[in-house]
């Protein structure tokens, strides 16, 4: 078996956990979040996020790291050897085919969203937060949204800052930027808290977050759980092979189960401060919590127009969630890209290259449902909600469930008790085995069957 992967290596431990911190902290937390809480009605939705990311989330992190690192190689590649390696069929490649598919879809949005971000780093500079009222920030979110010829520009600036990344190799450069910039966010995060708990309605916002009541869920509850759920995959980078293709460039000796749990308490907590920074905002100025994906674009400029150096912080604040973005989004290129290298011998930036133009063109389609295409719907979604919804509340559960079953199934066991390390009578290893091979499979399929409506 391979120690080394032919895309790079990690320079160190510390490299991986920043590295996969980096895909997993990003507009999943910040944006996302909040606004499919609010959507959710909050409290109920927080504890079943909160459930699935402890039960379902680490297992499937833990699992996916550790196929990567015993293949060390694209997830399709990889998912090909390790079968032939435990003597099971070649089909289970297609897992790295879905992870493919799907992080297509999700750059593809991904890169439009970040976009506007990028645009209120231009909005926050040019101090047009000043003393902004809740229509003010909804109408200037509006003239964003409705003007594709920006939107195109933005796309196509965040996906040529992927491109260039990507096509230099990952293991260079990313955990240097990563290093200093999620110890920056965290700490503008929690001055954002502050200032929310003093400014804003914390009161309402902290009961609104964490005190669950199921009545609100009502006949929604199925949808619900299913996005909160999809809600937990998406934000911890899993069932895409995005985790797994950075579990493949990390040290042998490195302790799998430690970092998975690290990662994920880092991801965890920078969405509640998320939340805990706009829900004040919401209540105090009268917002609604189910505005939908615009949520913090209409919510952050009032606090950042009303806040003595808001317009520092607000600058700041955005230039720090595009580098969020932009870490994320690197890791969402990478596993296609590592294929089309192993595969067809391109290099990497031509690689790349092909890659991101077919998610750019993807995008184009996301960001016209905004506005020239806005009529045409599909489950009444537009492109861009669809790509979202789908990608969240099922491709990403479906590869979930599937690298559960390889990892605790078809796997031999001595082979993942040797690449966790862990001791045949050790507890933890025991409620691993638990969890991937009964609870998370068994919940998200419940779930997901819930949702078609077959249960
Ligand atoms: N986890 C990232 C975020 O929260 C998004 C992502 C999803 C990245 C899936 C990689 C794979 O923003």
Redesign the pocket.
């Known amino acids: 078996m391979s120690t080394m992967s032919v895309h790079g290596m990690w320079s160190s431990r510390l490299a991986f956990i920043l590295a996969a911190t980096g895909?997993?902290?990003?507009?999943?937390?910040?944006?996302?979040?909040p606004y499919t809480a609010g959507e959710y009605g909050g409290g109920a939705f927080v504890l079943i996020y909160l459930i699935c990311v402890a039960g379902i989330g680490i297992p499937i992190m833990m699992a996916e790291i550790m196929l990567g690192r015993r293949g060390r190689q694209s997830p399709v590649n990889t998912m090909r050897s390790l079968a032939g390696q435990e003597g099971a069929h070649g089909a289970w490649q297609l897992l790295g085919w879905m992870g493919i598919v799907?992080?297509l879809l999700?750059l593809s949005f991904?890169s439009v969203i970040a976009g506007w971000t990028m645009a209120y780093v231009t909005r926050a500079f040019g101090g047009q937060f000043g003393g902004i009222d809740a229509a003010g920030a909804e109408s200037m979110f509006g003239a964003l949204v409705s003007d594709p010829e920006r939107l195109l520009a933005w796309h196509t600036i965040f996906m040529v800052m992927t491109v260039m990344v990507v096509a230099r190799g990952v293991a260079s450069g990313l955990e240097k930027a990563v290093r200093f910039l999620m110890p920056a966010l965290f700490v503008l995060l929690i001055g954002m808290v502050l200032y929310a708990a003093q400014a804003g309605d914390f009161q309402a916002a902290l009961a609104y977050l964490f005190k669950p009541d199921f009545a609100k869920l009502g006949e929604h509850a199925g949808e619900a759980i299913l996005s909160a759920m999809g809600q937990a995959?998406?934000?911890?980078?899993?069932?895409?092979g995005?985790?797994m293709i950075y579990g493949s460039y990390l040290n042998s000796s490195a302790s799998i189960g430690r970092n998975a749990v690290i990662i994920a308490s880092l991801?965890t907590t920078v969405a509640l401060l998320a939340g805990l920074a706009i829900f004040p905002i919401v209540f105090a100025n009268g917002l609604s919590p189910d505005s939908g994906p615009g949520l913090i674009f209409q919510t952050l400029p009032i606090a950042f127009g009303q806040m003595a150096g808001g317009q520092l912080v607000g600058v700041v604040f955005f230039v720090l969630l595009v580098f969020?973005?932009w870490t994320?989004?690197i890791?969402?290129l990478e596993p296609v890209v590592t294929w089309l290298v192993e595969n067809r011998g391109f290099s990497r930036v031509r690689a790349t290259v092909i890659a991101g133009s077919a998610v750019w063109l993807l995008g184009i389609a996301c960001l016209l449902s905004l506005n020239v295409w806005a009529g045409f719907t599909i489950f009444g979604k537009g492109i861009l909600d669809l790509f979202d919804y789908v990608?969240?509340n099922v491709l990403?559960p479906l590869g979930g469930v599937l690298i559960a079953v390889f990892a605790g199934w078809i796997m031999r066991r001595a082979s993942s008790r040797d690449e966790l390390a862990m001791g045949e009578t050790s507890i933890a290893y025991g409620a691993w085995r638990l969890l991937i091979r009964y609870v998370a499979p068994i919940c998200v399929v419940i779930v997901l069957l819930n949702a078609i409506g077959l249960i």
Do not use: Q
């Open positions: 895909s997993a902290v990003g507009l999943g937390n910040i944006w996302r979040f799907s992080g999700i991904y995959f998406f934000s911890l980078s899993l069932g895409m995005a985790i991801d969020a973005a994320s989004a890791s969402l990608t969240a990403l």
